[in-house]
Every structure is written in structure tokens, then in C-alpha cells.
């Protein structure tokens, strides 16, 4: 798909999506969970269908009821087949760990960017679980064998928290005793955060010293019922935000001001920026009033924010600095040099110095034609700096966004932006 657009001006309403990543987990723990898991609000990009398709899979009955996902599980993972992650890093890095939990064998594998991420964690970790494990050299597929029986390991944090939070996830469910993992060099704790949160939310016992040592405590499994509201995703609502920064101005309800979600972060760097803010009853409000101010931020735990914090350091006066450039190499595409080469034809000056993304704001965004090398964000953030170009901006695999926002686009329209797609 392409799409093309024109520089427009926005204004208007939009409630955000669902969580990716709160709905993911959600659809991982109901599989978990000895009863049934009424999941509200439930999300529908390519990530979370690929989790729902991976639950029922593993042995649990999924069904819609009035716009809620039922998901009924007897807690016992099963499998079905081969087990397709589709793109999802995070399905692919959580389920392993609870396929695992399995007797059988089971043969994990994706598509796209998904074959060439590396899958080594799994290869040396699984071992230590009385796990078998069997890669391509390092990539998908992937089969494993069980079952997973917790123990005191140490692991490395340092390249996804997602190897971690399948780990929780699994020792959860099968620890009949104290066990520990000790983590060295953790990335991305607010990710964990949010997996603790809903561990607990699903009647687990886990606790952590300082995201050095985490605890994991045997529960007696006992049926029950859960219901689950899925909040609103700000790694999506990045995005809608910036463009009200630097292009009018737009109201975004459904966000937790106090979620635990690492992108939550965006709103520091607008304030910080000089973007005009406005909280109300829910409501987050963004304009362009301000001549916007360059900024530095760490996005190492965050890193998915680097894309909408490009656009918005190009509209900004003077010389921003991104820091965690690192963090960047493994998604959907090799994200900052993917950032370097589509903003650099839209002549935007950035470059990397040490971990770091500077970038020179610039009154001239220019038209061009770019690929998406498909990466949701990718797209996303090139559509929305398209919103201040001097003329067209054609993105070429534009539903690259159906990864984790497929509304992204229409959502766009209804906020006046000029957008076709063909």
C-alpha cells in the first residue's frame, strides 16, 4: 500500500488504542490463568491477533462476547501445532518460555523481521530449564521441548526485558518452591514494570530487588475468574501527540497519565520542548501555539519513542540529542539507520555520535518518496512529518502501521489531515 500526504493542518478528537503491549500480556496470562479472563477494550493490530491466534493454539478457547474477548483456559498449555509469532518480538520472546511448559514438542516461527532476530537467548537460557531446544544457528524456527521446571538462573537483560517477562510468566505458573532469576544490565524497565503489574492483577506472587533479583513464589492454582480492562497505548498516542505539536491541535482521551508504560515518557519531552499542554478529566491536549524548543532525552528505556521524537526534533528550534541509539538495532527494521536514510531524503541533518541521534531542526521539511522497510513506526513517523513538509510525502508499505495501529491513518483523516491511500 502507499500513502500519500499532503502538509495539512490538524485538529480535532481521538481516543487511543489499546495497548499492544498490555493486551499481549493480558492474552499470555488468561492462557495461564484456571478459569475465565474477560479481556475489555481488547486491541485488534497484526501483534495482538497474533496472540490471540497463539493462545488458542496452546489449548485455549477464545471467543467475542459484545466487544469483550473471552479467553477459557484450564491453565495447562497445550499445543496444537506449530506455533506462528507472526512479527511480534514480544509474542515470540513471551511464548516461548510458556510453550515451553509443555511436554511436547513444539516449533515456534514467524515472518518478516521476525527470521532475522536473534533467538540465542533461548538456545542457551531453555538448557538450564530442562528444556531441549533446536534453532536455525541462532534464528526461527525454533522447536522446543519440555517441560520448563523453574530454577535459580542469571540472566542477561541488556538486548529485551521480553526474554524476562516470559520467564516471570512461565516460572509463575510452574514454581512449586522458591526460585530466582537474577538479571544483569536490565533494559527497558518500565516494560517489566507492567508485566509485575499484571502478574499481580492475575493473582501472582513475584517481587524484585532493585530489577536485579526477582522472587518467584509458588500460588496455589485455584479456578478463578478475571476480568481486564486493556488501557490505552502511548507508544501509538506518541505519535498523534507530536503531530499536534507541530501541526494544530488535537485532544487524545483514553490515556493514563499514571500508566506504567515506558512511552508515557513523550509527555516529558513536549513539556520539555515547549509543546502548549493541557490535562483535563483524561483528556490530553496538544497545539502548536509555542515555537517549539530543541530537547535531550534518554530513550534507552524507551526506545520505541525514537521515531515520533525525530519528527518533533526536526520542528524544533536548534539541535536536539536522542540518546540510546543502541537499543534500536533488532525491530522491525534496523530502526536508526532506517531513521538516518528516510529523514535524510526529506532533508533532515541527523547522525549518530557514540550511543547518541542528533538532529537539526529545520523550517523545510522536504517532499520525497520513502519506504516504510516495513516498520510501523517507520511509517507512522513519516506520515506524520509529512503533516509539516513543503509538499508531498509518499510512503511506500504503508499497512505497515496494521502492526500496532491500524486505525493510524483514519485517525489521521478525522483530525483534517489530507491522506490517500492506493
Avoid at 514454581?175 to 518500565?190: C, Q, R
Avoid at 501472582?204 to 509458588?218: E, G, Q
Avoid at 518518496?369 to 508531498?392: E, F, P, Q, Y
Amino acid at each position: 500500500m502507499i500513502a500519500t500526504i499532503q502538509p495539512s493542518a490538524i485538529n480535532g478528537n481521538i481516543q487511543a488504542p489499546a495497548s499492544k503491549s498490555a493486551m499481549q500480556r493480558a492474552c499470555a496470562l488468561a492462557l495461564l490463568n484456571n478459569g475465565e479472563t474477560i479481556i475489555k477494550n481488547p486491541g485488534n493490530s497484526n501483534d495482538d491477533l497474533a496472540a490471540i491466534n497463539i493462545v488458542k493454539q496452546l489449548g485455549a478457547a477464545v471467543y467475542e462476547d459484545h466487544g469483550d474477548l473471552i479467553i477459557k483456559s484450564n491453565g495447562l498449555v497445550r499445543s496444537k501445532g506449530p506455533i506462528d509469532c507472526g512479527e511480534s518480538g514480544l509474542s515470540l520472546r513471551m511464548f516461548a518460555a510458556i510453550a515451553a511448559l509443555d511436554v511436547s514438542t513444539v516449533l515456534l516461527n514467524g515472518s518478516g523481521s521476525l527470521l532475522k532476530r536473534p533467538m540465542h537467548f533461548i538456545d542457551e537460557i531453555f538448557t538450564l530449564l530442562n528444556v531441549n531446544t533446536k534453532s536455525n544457528n541462532g534464528f526461527l524456527p525454533i522447536s522446543i521441548t519440555g517441560p520448563l521446571v523453574p530454577a535459580n538462573i542469571s540472566i542477561d537483560g541488556s538486548s529485551s526485558s521480553q526474554y524476562l517477562t516470559g520467564l516471570l510468566f512461565a516460572f509463575a505458573n510452574a514454581a512449586k518452591e522458591l526460585v530466582s532469576i537474577n538479571v544483569m544490565d536490565l533494559k527497558s524497565k518500565p516494560y517489566i514494570d507492567l508485566s509485575m503489574q499484571m502478574l499481580t492483577l492475575f493473582g501472582y506472587n513475584v517481587s524484585h530487588d532493585l530489577y536485579t533479583d526477582f522472587y518467584i513464589r509458588p500460588i496455589d492454582k485455584k479456578e478463578k475468574n478475571i476480568s481486564y480492562y486493556t488501557e490505552a497505548d502511548w507508544s501509538s498516542a506518541s505519535f498523534i501527540l507530536v503531530a499536534g505539536a507541530i501541526a494544530g491541535t488535537i485532544h487524545v482521551s483514553g490515556l493514563d497519565i499514571h500508566s506504567v508504560q515506558a512511552d508515557r515518557m513523550i509527555l516529558q519531552v513536549l513539556e520539555r520542548c515547549n509543546a502548549d499542554i493541557k490535562i483535563d478529566k483524561g483528556t490530553i491536549s496538544v497545539s502548536n501555539k509555542n515555537k517549539l524548543d530543541a530537547f535531550e532525552f534518554d530513550a534507552t528505556d524507551c526506545p520505541d519513542l525514537f521515531p515520533p521524537l525525530v519528527v518533533l526534533a526536526a520542528c524544533c528550534n536548534g539541535t536536539s540529542i536522542i540518546k540510546g541509539v543502541s537499543r534500536l538495532a533488532s525491530k522491525e527494521s534496523n530502526r536508526a539507520e532506517t531513521l538516518v536514510e528516510v529523514f535524510s531524503k526529506m532533508g533532515v541533518e541527523l547522525f549518530f555520535r557514540n550511543d547518541e541521534m542528533i538532529i537539526t531542526g529545520t523550517d523545510e521539511i522536504k517532499p520525497a518518496i520513502v519506504s516504510s522497510h516495513h516498520d510501523h513506526r517507520i511509517a507512522m513517523a513519516c506520515a506524520i512529518a509529512g503533516l509539516k513538509a513543503t509538499g508531498i510525502i509518499i510512503i511506500h508499505d504503508a499497512e505497515a502501521v496494521n502492526k500496532s495501529y491500524p486505525a493510524f491513518y483514519e485517525h489521521l483523516k478525522e483530525l483534517g489531515a489530507s491522506v490517500s491511500l492506493s
